[in-house]
């Protein structure tokens, strides 16, 4: 035999994705996630079991390698998809079909992990700096990976990844894309650039660095709702009160607020676009400095004083919406705020808008489409599976998450990556992300529509002495708890 053939007879082939990867012993494949141990084709990352009840109580650390108790001593174990392995072509039975018996109810799971060329990431970055502007390209690398969405309340938005990046572009834009997704999913730091716009450091779970800055605080609220909030508390202390905001400046004696505790009118005017008493649009700028605009000094969006209205000593706060920013002025003589030492009583406001800013964080959530070709490793009719999840009789989570199944047809979910267990996903070269995906529901439901019954094992068969476990999520629906469920006698 040519040493050629003879090297590639020692090889196994991984039938778990497209790429079908010759193994040599020893090796890994292409994703990583398979190797050739001594002829036998193995799952690197061990299968993971949500693990809930008192004994699960050594895992709050997430620290598998403390584990020593029993798995089953009348605690909850749910089977995740996270190592259990694909299956391809996709006729097959999904890796594991496990049974148990919950109270009453004999309940399968159907664990995969499914391979999703349709999915990305939905960012959530919680700052009102300036990031970029709606629908800017955002970049990985030089590689475009996705783009800026809405503005939210207090948080900008990115969409990443989705299949025209992943496979509609070039094999570079492909590769990166999914490389981003998979190391954001899997809670690494990613750095993102946005055209004509910051540098992003994004991480779940982790503060937002903008440019260089890590950031700190969440706005409290618009300008306009900072002004509702502490009207009262500002009232006793100043004159008047100017929230600077990117979305809504707020003018205290104008804003009804000030007109309800019966504060005299100011003369105190701003620039921009007046919506409604007391709250202007388009004070400055976009930008990184006050409130998420482009202010460095807060007098630059001042007017001059209505001398009709305004008079020498008036007291004149201007703060940012995080209450990071603020100065205080008095007017002189010429209706000019000059700078004023801030009474003990104003600083105190000051610190109360910061205290009501919740910590400034990255969220992301994933989504896929898992209503294609991955509905076959469940049933043989892969339409009832789709029906059975609207109808809620099949309870759908990725690795042991609560996922959101989105309205209308096909099974497209969303869930945050927080609330699975760590380094869930995996990819594979084609390239898609690999996300672990369960169904779960009552055994004569999967008889019903079509299941792969003669696969079916019982969970105690399938949590082996390397399987991974994991303690529940606190707040984290159960996937076997029956408010889950639509079936008859679910309460
Ligand atoms: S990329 Fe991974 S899953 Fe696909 S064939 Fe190679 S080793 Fe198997």
Not at 65 to 75: E, F, K, M, P, V
Request: with cysteine.
């Amino acid at each position: 035999m040519p040493d050629d053939q003879a090297a590639k007879a020692e090889k196994i082939r991984c039938d778990a994705c497209p790429v079908m990867c010759y193994i040599a012993d020893g090796k890994s494949g292409a994703c990583d996630r398979y190797a050739n141990h001594g002829g036998d084709l193995v799952r690197l990352d061990p299968l993971t079991v949500i693990q809930s009840g008192a004994q699960a109580v050594a895992f709050l650390d997430h620290d598998p390698a403390d584990w020593d108790g029993d798995l089953i001593q009348g605690n909850r174990t749910f089977v995740t998809a996270v190592g259990a392995g694909t299956t391809y072509p996709d006729y097959k039975p999904a890796p594991f079909i496990v049974s148990q018996q919950i109270e009453d109810v004999d309940m399968v799971t159907v664990v995969t992990e499914g391979i999703f060329s349709y999915c990305g990431v939905k960012v959530k970055i919680d700052t009102d700096r300036f990031i970029g502007h709606e629908r800017a390209v955002v970049r990985a690398g030089d590689e475009p990976v996705g783009h800026v969405m809405t503005s939210e309340y207090g948080s900008k938005m990115l969409s990443l990844g989705g299949v025209e990046h992943l496979t509609g572009g070039t094999k570079a834009e492909g590769r990166v894309t999914c490389d981003a997704l998979l190391r954001l999913c899997n809670r690494e730091a990613v750095e993102l650039t946005i055209d004509d716009g910051a540098t992003v450091v994004v991480q779940a779970g982790q503060a937002p660095i903008i440019d260089g800055q890590p950031e700190r605080l969440m706005r409290v609220g618009c300008g306009s709702a900072a002004i509702g909030m502490f009207a009262k508390q500002w009232q006793p202390h100043v004159d008047e009160v100017v929230v600077v905001d990117d979305h809504i400046t707020g003018v205290l004696t104008e804003h009804e607020a000030g007109k309800g505790l019966d504060m005299r009118p100011s003369g105190i005017r701003v620039n921009g676009r007046r919506s409604t008493p007391g709250r202007y649009f388009q004070v400055a700028e976009p930008g990184t400095g006050w409130g998420g605009t482009d202010v460095e000094d807060p007098l630059s969006i001042l007017k001059s004083a209505d001398p009709k209205k305004a008079w020498p000593g008036l007291r004149l706060l201007m703060i940012s919406t995080t209450g990071e920013q603020w100065a205080y002025f008095v007017l002189d003589a010429d209706l000019v705020p000059q700078p004023a030492e801030t009474p003990p009583a104003l600083r105190a406001t000051a610190d109360r808008v910061a205290e009501n800013c919740e910590p400034s964080m990255c969220s992301v959530l994933f989504m896929g489409g898992a209503g294609g070709s991955l509905r076959a490793g469940v049933t043989e009719n892969p339409v009832r599976l789709t029906r059975s999840v609207k109808e809620a009789l099949t309870y759908v989570s990725c690795g042991g998450a609560e996922a959101y199944v989105w309205p209308g047809g096909g099974i497209t979910v969303m869930v945050d990556v927080m609330d699975m267990p760590t380094d869930a996903f995996g990819y594979v070269p084609t390239p898609a992300l690999v996300a672990p995906i369960e169904f779960t529901l009552r055994r004569e439901d999967y008889a019903a529509l079509g299941g792969h019954l003669d696969h079916v094992q019982p969970v105690d068969s399938v949590v082996l002495p390397g399987t991974r476990r994991v303690a529940a999520k606190a707040g984290q629906p159960n996937p076997h708890a029956r408010e889950n469920y639509r079936w008859p006698g679910r309460t």
